[in-house]
């Protein structure tokens, strides 16, 4: 669980049927929430007006909210529809039974979930939320790219790793040599690529 100070709680039951109405979920969405969702709680508020940090450029506040679960793995669509109706940097905490997972949206297209609760750390909301995104998402912190620059890395190396073997699973079922030295080749240079992505 998210080790945050009480003067974060906010705690506001969210009701399902809001958030469908605000995002004009069809009836196969409403579905998705009555079957898979027990509760949605606004548990926390993190901002210079409930603890002590400084207000940053980027990020207003940050909420954290829980969605408790009726099945393990959700309706991708579910997530994206509670963000959608809440207009602020948010970090999902999805409960099922004892099984938690801590889940934040970088952009529309990056998302990432961890299993390990993120630690609050920074001096303000700017710095708290690109730790969340830095610990959620395990990336590796480095002084010469900014964290935009990192997750664009990350993304590339996961396109040229699927890429990679895609093209060794072709290469193994291949039985004209030709065509296989010519994914061999490929695959060469793709794994050549891969190692100056780091």
């Known amino acids: ?4 100070p009480i003067s974060t709680n906010f705690g506001r039951i969210i009701a399902k049927e809001r958030i469908c109405d605000h995002v004009g979920a069809d009836v196969e969405l409403r579905e998705v929430f009555k079957t898979q969702v027990e509760r949605i709680r606004w548990s926390n508020k993190i901002s ?3 603890m002590n940090i400084a207000q940053g450029e980027l990020v207003e506040e940050i909420q954290v909210v829980e969605i408790t679960l009726r099945t393990p793995v ?3 669509r579910l997530i994206s529809a509670v963000r959608k109706a809440i207009p602020y940097k948010t970090v999902f905490l999805l409960v099922n ?3 938690e997972t801590y889940v934040v949206y970088h952009d529309s297209n990056t998302v990432f979930s961890s299993k390990i609760p993120p630690k609050l750390l920074g001096t303000d909301t700017d710095s708290v939320w690109a730790n969340f995104v830095i610990q959620i998402g395990e990336i590796k912190v480095n002084d010469e790219q900014s964290l935009d620059e990192q997750i664009t890395i990350l993304k590339e190396r996961e396109i040229l790793m699927r890429k990679i073997e895609r093209l060794d ?4 079922t291949e039985n004209q040599p ?14 050549k690529e891969l190692e100056s992505h780091g």
Request: glycine residues 4%; charged residues 50%; without cysteine.
């Open 178 to 191: 030709r065509r296989k030295w010519d994914l061999n080749e490929e695959l060469k240079k793709l794994r």
């Open 74 to 76: 959700p309706d991708k």
């Open 48 to 50: 210079p007006a409930t």
């Open 169 to 172: 699973k072709q290469m193994r």
């Open 1 to 4: 669980m998210l080790d945050l």
């Open 97 to 99: 039974g004892a099984d």
